[in-house]
Nanobody
Framework: QVQLVESGGGLVQAGGSLRLSCAASGRTDSSVAMGWFRQAPGKDREFVAGIRGSFTHYTNSVKGRFTISRDNAKNTVYLQMNSLKPEDTAVYYC?????????????????WGQGTQVTVSS
């Protein structure tokens, strides 16, 4: 089983940028779907972005602001977040699955890493 470690979170003002990283313990070639989720206080965990091969998928609220990418040589997936808003404040988690559809079916009962906190001040 692939183990994932998220990093790169922090405190940023609205309009600022952050880049999150997710390092995988095992080999994750481009055929493996990788994705980012987030959970804000008092809210359910939600899908943010996913990538498999050259295909990417984003939730509507981050389209045009966030970009997911991966470096297979480093077994790392990134989430570049620009034009951040206070409503982007959440703990961000990464996940892996065989497909984007599989990522979208992830549940809270699935194993998750510790996540990385992103706080956007107004």
């Amino acid at each position: 089983q692939v183990q994932l470690v998220e990093s790169g979170g922090g405190l940023v003002q609205a309009g600022g940028s952050l880049r999150l990283s997710c390092a995988a313990s095992g080999r994750t070639d481009s055929s493996v779907a990788m994705g980012w989720f987030r959970q804000a206080p008092g809210k359910d965990r939600e899908f943010v972005a996913g990538i498999r091969g050259s295909f990417t998928h984003y939730t509507n609220s981050v389209k045009g602001r966030f970009t997911i990418s991966r470096d297979n040589a480093k077994n790392t997936v990134y989430l570049q977040m620009n034009s951040l808003k206070p409503e982007d404040t959440a703990v961000y988690y990464c996940a892996a699955d065989y497909s984007i559809a599989g990522l979208l079916k992830k549940e809270d009962s699935d194993p998750w890493g510790q996540g990385t906190q992103v706080t956007v001040s107004s």
